[in-house]
């Protein structure tokens, strides 16, 4: 079920093994261990915290109290929630995360009243929520050609590559629609073409405008995994417009899956190199891919996004998804081409981590609507 919270909680994701106590640096320049960031619900209280080799979660505020209390540390507040620490890692809080990890690995407190286990606590979106959910429509060969014969796949991927243009973005709206791993998928009342489509996030570190894609990388904070989920029913026919109507498409409740965390960006190198992203329904992969597929990469995404409109921290961008989409009819249990209520959505990124859902069909509509709102799917596209 979809939580509706007003707080916000972060935790920091170590995601290697840790190397001996006698090697831990504790100055802040570097740390004994990749981590990645998020916020949680731990025992029903939005706590700020420390996550270690995805299995142990440290309270962030705790851990950074106990490593001031020698006074050996200058305090430094911790923020009370994802933007904060975002807006505020490079300049301040990179090292001080870096002092927490190297303590906390270096001198054996993975034992501490402070630690979790990350199966005890709840995941919640890392950024609740951003002011920007931009997307990329369009951007991998394989989706461009959905349901081709490989011949086809290769004549259509040389037309493109000899006249990518620019990309084609979208923005989905973020509180309501963005929603953390373990939260149910909704599908709409009555809309039953519902897809999926697993993509990279980009988490926007730095403000920018008219960012070349030579300094992209300057402005980014880290990455996570993100889906797309997409309503492919259209419009009821008549009104105004023929067209396809992105709000209808793209705009409904739960429809923007975020985390399970974020990697900063110097754990996790170059995506445009290592890049592998999947999506697995009910135990069936349907979709997989590498960077290599992309037909815009990142740092032009960001190229373009930021000719646009200038891009804050904790901004989010995706960058599109592979083909196996709904549109692909990739052969599943239920013989549809679409979401049914009750399969299991597990939609994965190596490097990061994986997004895991349920999804379900929207109840207690209310039956005093007045005919003004999107109606179900079978009501106006009988028999199809």
């Known amino acids: 079920m979809q939580r509706i919270l007003t707080f916000t909680a972060l935790v920091v994701i170590a995601s290697c093994a840790p190397q001996a106590a006698n090697q831990t640096q504790v100055d802040g320049t570097t740390s004994v261990e990749p981590f990645k960031v998020g916020t949680f619900e731990i025992q029903g209280t939005p706590t700020v915290g420390i996550v270690l080799r995805d299995a142990l979660i440290v309270d962030l505020g705790e851990a950074n109290a106990a490593l001031e209390a020698n006074g050996v540390y200058d305090e430094i507040a911790m923020p009370d929630e994802m933007l904060g620490l975002i807006s505020r890692y490079d300049d301040e809080l990179k090292p001080r995360l870096y002092e927490i990890v190297n303590n906390v690995v270096g ?203 200038t891009v804050f921290p904790g901004d989010v961008l995706q960058s599109g998804t592979s083909g196996g989409t709904g549109a692909g009819r990739v052969e599943r249990a239920t013989g549809s081409g679409y979401l049914q209520a009750g399969e299991t959505i597990s939609a994965s990124i190596e490097g990061i981590g994986t997004l895991t859902h349920t999804v379900v069909a929207e109840e207690g509509v209310p039956d005093d609507l007045s005919g003004a709102q999107l109606p179900p799917t079978r009501t106006y596209r009988p028999g199809r």
């Open 107 to 309: 001198n054996d407190l993975l034992g501490a009243d402070y630690v979790h286990r990350v199966e005890d606590v709840d995941i919640l979106p890392p950024i609740m929520y951003p002011s920007k959910n931009m997307n990329a429509a369009v951007n991998f060969y394989t989706h461009a050609c959905e349901g081709c014969t490989p011949e086809q796949l290769a004549a259509r991927t040389r037309q493109r590559q000899e006249n990518r243009g620019v990309p084609y973005l979208f923005l989905k709206p973020t509180r309501g629609a963005v929603i953390g791993s373990g939260d149910d998928i909704v599908m709409p009342y009555g809309r039953d073409r519902i897809e999926w489509e697993v993509e990279l996030a980009i988490v926007f570190g730095r403000e920018g405008k008219y960012i070349s894609a030579s300094r992209a990388y300057d402005h980014v904070f880290g990455y996570m995994v993100a889906m797309d989920v997409s309503d492919r029913g259209g419009r009821p026919p008549g009104g105004y417009g023929s067209g396809q109507d992105w709000f209808v498409g793209k705009g409904h409740d739960t429809f923007a899956p975020q985390g399970p965390w974020i990697v900063p960006k110097e754990f996790y190198g170059d995506p445009m190199e290592r890049l592998h992203q999947s999506l697995v329904i009910d135990g069936v992969t349907v979709q997989e891919a590498q960077a290599g597929d992309m037909i815009h990469n990142i740092p032009e995404l960001i190229e373009y996004a930021s000719s646009l409109i």
